[in-house]
C-alpha cells in the first residue's frame, strides 16, 4: 500500500461569516494523482489553498507524514518546499527570463548554488517542453501556455512530494489548454503526487486515480473516475454532470 504523505481531518475554513469549507477529510497516498471538481464557489480552490496555508484553516489538522503543521513551531518553509503550487495566473517575474524565474526559488529558498540550480531549472523547462530556445525569453514574448509550463517547471525544480495545481488552465486560449495538460499527463505518469483542481473533466478522467466532487465546501462525492463519471450515486454529482458534459 502506497504511504499517506498528507492526511487532512475536519478542515473548515471561513472568512466572517461566511463558512466556505465544512468539515473536510481526506488522505493523499503518495503517488496518487487526484481530481477536484464542482461549481464555482463549491470551495475548491479555498481547499487547496488551506493545504498550501495560503489561507489558514479556521479548524482542523493538516497531517504531513503524521506531523501537524498548523502546530506551533512547525517548520513551514521545509513543508512548502515539499508542497508544490502551480496557480492559474503563472505568477513569473516579468524582470527576469525563463531560466532565472525556475532558479530564483532554488537559490532562495532552498538556497542551492547558482550552478546547480541552472542545472536543476535546464532539466526541467526541458522536460515541460521548454528548451534552450527559450530559456533567455522574457514572459511578456511567451503563450500564455508556455508561460505556465515555465510555472510548472518552477515547482518541479523544488523537488516537491506533491504538487496542487490550481486550476491551472483556466486563463488560457483553447488552443494553449492541450499542451499544458499534456506536461501535466507526463508528470503524473513520471509518479508525482498531483492535487488537481480543474474544469477539464477528459483530464480528470483519463489521469485521476481518484476524483473529487466538491459542492457547498463539502466533498459530496468522491470515487475512481470511472466510477464518479459514469455512475455518480450523489443526484448532485448527476446535476453537476449533466450539465457539464452535455
Known amino acids: 500500500m502506497p504511504e499517506v504523505i498528507l492526511s487532512i481531518t475536519n478542515l473548515k475554513k471561513s472568512f466572517g461569516q ?8 481526506l488522505d493523499v497516498k503518495k503517488g496518487e494523482v487526484i481530481s477536484i471538481i ?11 489553498r488551506a ?11 493538516i497531517l504531513y507524514y503524521k506531523q501537524n503543521i498548523l502546530d ?11 508542497v508544490g503550487m ?10 527576469l527570463n525563463v531560466l532565472e524565474n525556475a532558479m530564483v526559488a532554488q537559490t532562495t529558498v532552498l538556497k542551492r548554488d547558482r550552478s546547480e540550480a541552472k542545472a536543476i531549472a535546464k532539466k526541467n523547462l526541458e ?15 511567451l503563450s500564455g501556455g508556455q508561460k505556465q509550463r515555465v510555472a510548472i517547471a518552477r515547482a518541479l525544480s523544488m523537488n516537491p512530494e506533491v504538487i496542487l495545481f490550481d486550476e491551472p488552465t483556466s ?3 483553447p488552443e494553449m489548454v492541450g499542451e499544458v495538460l499534456k506536461t501535466m499527463q507526463d508528470l503524473a505518469k513520471s509518479g508525482l503526487t498531483m492535487l488537481v483542481v480543474t474544469h477539464e473533466m477528459e483530464f480528470a478522467k483519463e489521469v485521476s486515480d481518484r476524483v473529487i466532487f466538491m459542492d457547498q465546501g463539502v466533498i ?3 470515487g475512481p473516475p470511472e466510477q464518479l463519471f459514469e455512475k455518480p450515486q450523489e443526484e448532485r454529482t448527476k446535476i453537476f454532470l449533466q450539465r457539464f458534459l452535455k
Do not use: H
Open 38 to 48: 464542482g461549481s464555482s464557489g463549491s470551495g475548491k480552490s479555498t481547499f487547496l
Open 72 to 82: 506551533k513551531g512547525y517548520n513551514l518553509t521545509l513543508y512548502r518546499e515539499k
Open 51 to 61: 493545504i498550501n496555508l495560503l489561507e489558514k484553516p479556521t479548524d482542523g489538522q
Open 18 to 25: 461566511n463558512e466556505v469549507l465544512k468539515d473536510i477529510s
Open 220 to 222: 459530496a462525492e468522491q
Open 171 to 173: 486563463a488560457l486560449d
Open 86 to 95: 502551480v496557480f492559474q495566473s503563472f505568477n513569473l517575474f516579468n524582470n
Open 127 to 141: 522536460t515541460v517542453g521548454m528548451g534552450q530556445q527559450y530559456w533567455r525569453a522574457k514572459p511578456n514574448q
